[in-house]
């Protein structure tokens, strides 16, 4: 319904922004990830949002990268995870972050306030195919743009995967890692995390 708002930036707070926009303060609740990244208040700005209609209230999410957006939407298509949830875990984790830990079987990564030990199973459990590419086919299904592991993480763990182990054992293990981070030193920082573990 409403893809994106743009304007100047009129208030920042903890998970909540307001953007002008023709004259009208939009409310937009946000993740911290999106407010550390905002520009100065009456600076122009751009939000991808989401309509969360709901019988007593209409809330406005808003992200300033398409990606983060993408996840905010895969989290909430998770039975038992709201929006609020789903903000929570990306104001700790980056969208490229959350593919790796859903990746890696990671429980411990996706806990967050108001996101316990079952919630987080259950993301695993419903966005392991999703991210994979399983069902990402289906028609209306969400899915992020970027593939779970990308660019230096995906040669990293072929690699990885090359050396006898297994996918999520490799996603695990380098999953702690900066997506910028060379291949190389993906592939050192891996043999070290796997050879602790045995």
């Given amino acids: 319904m409403l893809y994106s708002v743009s304007g100047i930036l009129e208030l920042v707070e903890p998970y909540h922004v307001v953007v002008e926009c023709g ?8 993740s911290m990830t999106t407010v550390s990244g905002l520009p100065a208040i009456g600076s122009p700005v751009k939000l991808y949002t989401h309509l969360s209609v709901r019988e007593d209230a209409l809330d406005l999410f808003g992200f300033s990268q398409q990606q983060e957006l993408e996840a905010f939407k895969l989290l909430i298509s998770v039975s038992g995870v709201g929006p609020k949830a789903a903000v929570s875990i990306l ?15 990671d429980v411990k990564a996706l806990k967050a306030p108001g ?24 028609v209306g299904a969400p899915s992020l743009e970027a593939a779970p ?12 995967e090359a050396l006898g182990y297994s996918r999520g054992d490799a996603a695990q293990a ?17 043999l070290k995390a ?5």
Wanted: zero cysteines.
């Fill in 149 to 160: 592991i990308v660019g230096n993480a995906s040669e990293a763990i072929s690699a990885l």
């Fill in 91 to 105: 104001s700790s984790l980056t969208p490229d972050r959350l593919a790796l830990s859903v990746a890696a079987g």
């Fill in 194 to 198: 796997l050879a602790a573990k045995l």
């Fill in 115 to 138: 996101v316990g030990p079952k919630i987080a199973q259950r993301i695993l459990l419903e966005l392991k195919d999703k991210l994979s590419g399983g069902s990402a086919g289906a």
């Fill in 23 to 30: 004259g009208i303060g939009y409310s937009v609740k946000t």
């Fill in 174 to 190: 380098i999953s702690k890692l900066e997506p910028d981070t060379s291949v190389e030193e993906m592939i050192k920082y891996g």
